[in-house]
């Protein structure tokens, strides 16, 4: 297991990867900044990580959503007594997070649920704010004084042409727009490192999904398979297909936007 430091100014970058990660392109980034960090990596590199805890001691821990490269290691930081911050719906999900597919398992390691009680975390300068859509109670991390933002998994890149089973296409556009209005400077992507020119690396993400989410729609109207609207639309299936068992993938982001668009067609909903 790997942990790479990278500094820029006051944000420490952590990255992390492990041995299958690396061989697939896979690592994540926590960052240290005002002393809090932000996110806690995965499962798989819990004991470099406690190693590097006891080093660092954060004053405080922030995560940004359950999904287990993020919160993963979540009862180390509460067993070390390292006050948490997290949205209660996130603090639920590291409580019980459920079975994982195999593939998450392999890549980043199985979460011990959250079991030892937390002394909550919260923070004058860094504030969560909501932005969910990649998952349902994603946040990212705002430090309004210094225009700078830690994105957790909102960007991860303009075209991500594949969606995992509990995303919602057209509400992580929204929550992009929302983070850009915030106008910020800097942007730290858990999976990209810091984004450039970050209002306008959101705002075309955003578009790119609406085109999309157009694109996908209209065919879905014209009474098109998933299968054959993800080929048209979004292109053959990438590697994340084939390592996620078809869970990743391009046929679930067009599923996706099927079932949110059912969802919130519901009259009086
Ligand atoms: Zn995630």
């Not at 991860?156 to 991500?160: C, D």
């Given at each position: 297991m790997t942990l790479r430091i990278q500094s820029h100014g006051d944000v420490t970058q952590v990255l992390m990867s492990s041995a299958v990660g690396r061989s697939i392109g896979y690592d994540v980034s926590a960052y240290l900044v005002r002393g809090v960090l932000v996110d806690l990596g995965f499962p798989l590199v819990t004991r470099a990580l406690g190693r590097y805890l006891t080093r660092a001691r954060p004053d405080g821990i922030l995560i940004t959503h359950h999904h287990e490269d993020h919160g993963g290691n979540a009862e180390l930081a509460a067993r070390m007594g390292i006050p948490i911050g997290a949205s209660d719906a996130t603090l639920a999900l590291l409580q019980e997070p459920g079975r994982l597919p195999f593939h998450r398992r392999f890549i980043w390691g199985n979460p011990t649920p959250l079991h030892t009680p937390i002394t909550r975390f919260a923070s004058d300068a860094l504030r969560l704010v909501s932005t969910p859509?990649?998952?349902?109670?994603h946040h990212i991390v705002w430090d309004a004084e210094r225009e700078t933002i830690f994105g957790g998994d909102l960007f991860?890149?303009?075209?991500?042409r594949a969606a995992h089973p509990d995303e919602r296409p057209r509400e992580l556009a929204r929550s992009l727009r929302h983070a850009a209005a915030l106008r910020p400077r800097r942007f730290f992507d858990a999976h990209r490192g810091p984004v450039r020119e970050p209002v306008s690396a959101l705002l075309a993400k955003a578009e790119w999904l609406d085109d999309t989410i157009g694109a996908i729609e209209h065919r879905i109207a014209e009474g098109w398979s998933d299968r054959a609207i993800a080929r048209a639309v979004l292109g053959r299936e990438a590697l994340t297909y084939y390592v996620s068992r078809g869970a990743m993938s391009r046929v679930t982001l067009v599923a996706r936007v099927r079932d949110e668009g059912r969802l919130t067609s519901v009259p009086g909903a």
């Open positions: 859509g990649h998952a349902p109670d991860l890149g303009v075209k991500v």
